[in-house]
DNA sequence: TATGAATGAGACTTCATTCAT
DNA sequence: TATGAATGAAGTCTCATTCAT
């Protein structure tokens, strides 16, 4: 009779692309972006391969897109972790942190991923490296606070530790001790 | 002409073998696996594309091979790091390491790459973590040696520092200040 | 709301019809059969992709339609040419078919770009041919009455001419001394 | 034993290549440029699709070889054409067009198709306008010995019937009076 | 041992067409 | 009557692998 509304559409397109985003980051998590083919990510999305292109101008637009969204949402304002007192700062930090690899390891291998490996999105690697002097500069003050000798580059020791650690459970998975180094590093660093 | 003599044929198969895993090796560290085609590796390593498959059963079966090269060239003998003075052993790790990462970048960001991407060459990943516990037991040893209230965890710290050091160093290049970090930890290790 | 008239309903066709029909004569004149889409044309003629399919069983249909229309329209009337003086009747001919030229080139090369390429549409050969003999009997008539020894082929030469002339100016176009031409070839045909 | 030598190489793609440009030539000059699929151009040639691409860069790419070889073959030298007698000289003029008409209507398809429809292959519409350019130079001069009073219009005429008569053939095939016409046209013009 | 022409599966992408609303 | 989300066949192109020599 009448064609769909406007926001009938709107629900149809936006369910569509979050299920077409949602099977792009599973499998290019998982296997990576050349290994994840279109047919693969349809098959996963339910949907036919025709409509990726209904929604992305491309394979490489589309895994753009889902970066950025993947981006935003994992982008903690450091605002919510600052405290008057340095310590509970740092205890904040180190639990978001651990609390991220704990739940959102996924997201983790993906941009470590991409990161490492694709020229078309290197720009992760800018944001990563800009999002990471920040915490360093944050870090580095907190660290000068509690009367650290050199708190730049032991703020730039816990950065590497972050990194280490995400890429350890990455590769040791359930095996890595990540309960025991969250209370130790706590306890070092906030004692 | 003569035929040539079983010595000299293998003489050839190892120089043949050779060129073609330096070049898988080069490209592949370079570009990553998926976008180094064989025919660009029969092309740096000047053979033709049929000679890849005398040698070995398959792209993938080729790499294997390399990576397996790769990690026993890149496996040093933790004997030779071994001193008497538990600082001085430290001190070695610490200085082979920043030295790996100085001058065998390329090496590490393969390995990085085939093991976070590619499910075929996930065997790296126990090859690396078996590796790993090596290194966190002689640190551990060393650290308990050294009088460090909780050695295992400590080693384990480190072990994660040299992991994101090596990250970081992959992102960051030439802006990671590796000289500086070099000494900082090593005075604050050893001093 | 209530529901429309069946005169209301026919008007709608006609006019989302015609909307259509011109869009997808301006677009194929213009790229191409095989370069213009079915959502092009929807969207030149602000209807949907799916109105079309209510008009037409196919794109091949659609366009037969079109053609069909742009032959129809095309097709001068020869009595409108014929005056009592033959002489007159030739000038009227060559400035038709120059008027022809300059106004709508777009239908020219519309025609002959199907004719050519699309086996889809090679029935407009066989129209085209009967109209070219008709033309070709009314010429060699006049020829005939003006005394030419072999009217028959001057006429031919008279239509390839035609033909030849419509090619040129697709080719050069603009450089094309059209004018020229014109006044050349009624001062030599009706002098 | 040992590979193919340098020559049978040679001879074997020589052979490929042709296989596939004479597919592609008699494809193209059938149904048009956008109708012929590089499928279909494999099968008419006998040979795997991806062979194609081990000879040429792209669909595109093949098709500009294609012409430029159709080009050249069917460059005749005005030279060739020359006479001490202008009437002469026409005389070898006209047949040379019938006798093109006549050998190689696949090519002039071919050209006409290609020239008027596809934006890449432009470069087509100018090497024949180049042509014809040089073509109605010589006609101009060898009319105007013979005393026409407008040598340089009368030779855009001519330039025009064989363009027209070209176009009447492809659509008329063996129905168009060739024989009657190159007679008449030579009586008429080297009498 | 060594070559490279040839293959064919599969990659990304386009687009005519269908159908629920 | 009208919409546009969805489909799937077909297009161009890439590349690991085979094989005659």
């Given at each position: 009779?009448?064609?769909?509304?406007?926001?009938?559409?709107?629900?149809?397109?936006?369910?569509?692309?979050?299920?077409?985003?949602?099977?792009?980051?599973?499998l290019?998590?998982?296997?990576?972006?050349?290994?994840?083919?279109?047919?693969?990510?349809?098959?996963?999305?339910?949907?036919?391969?025709?409509?990726?292109?209904?929604?992305?101008?491309?394979?490489?637009?589309?895994?753009?897109?889902?970066?950025?969204?993947?981006?935003?949402?994992?982008?903690?304002?450091?605002?919510?972790l600052?405290?008057?007192d340095?310590?509970?700062?740092?205890?904040?930090?180190?639990?978001?942190?651990?609390?991220?690899?704990?739940?959102?390891?996924?997201?983790?291998?993906?941009?470590?991923?991409?990161?490492?490996n694709?020229?078309?999105?290197?720009?992760?690697?800018?944001?990563?490296?800009?999002?990471?002097?920040?915490?360093?500069?944050?870090?580095?003050?907190?660290?000068?606070?509690?009367?650290?000798?050199?708190?730049?580059?032991?703020?730039?020791?816990?950065?590497?530790?972050?990194?280490?650690?995400?890429?350890?459970?990455?590769?040791?998975?359930?095996?890595?001790?990540?309960?025991?180094?969250?209370?130790?590093?706590?306890?070092?660093?906030?004692?």
């Amino acid at each position: 009779m009448s064609p769909k509304s406007a926001i009938q559409n709107q629900e149809i397109r936006a369910e569509s692309k979050r299920k077409i985003l949602d099977a792009a980051f599973k499998l290019i998590a998982k296997d990576g972006y050349e290994s994840t083919s279109i047919a693969k990510i349809a098959k996963e999305a339910e949907v036919s391969k025709g409509l990726l292109y209904n929604y992305f101008n491309s394979k490489e637009d589309m895994v753009k897109v889902m970066l950025e969204e993947a981006l935003d949402e994992g982008d903690v304002l450091i605002s919510g972790l600052l405290s008057d007192d340095p310590k509970e700062t740092i205890r904040n930090v180190f639990q978001w942190f651990f609390r991220e690899i704990r739940e959102r390891l996924d997201y983790w291998r993906l941009i470590t991923q991409l990161t490492f490996n694709i020229e078309k999105f290197k720009f992760v690697q800018e944001l990563a490296a800009n999002k990471m002097g920040e915490y360093i500069r944050l870090m580095q003050s907190l660290l000068n606070q509690l009367g650290y000798e050199n708190p730049l580059n032991e703020a730039r020791i816990i950065a590497a530790l972050f990194d280490g650690i995400g890429v350890e459970v990455l590769v040791l998975k359930e095996q890595y001790p990540l309960d025991e180094m969250e209370a130790y590093l706590i306890e070092k660093y906030c004692k």
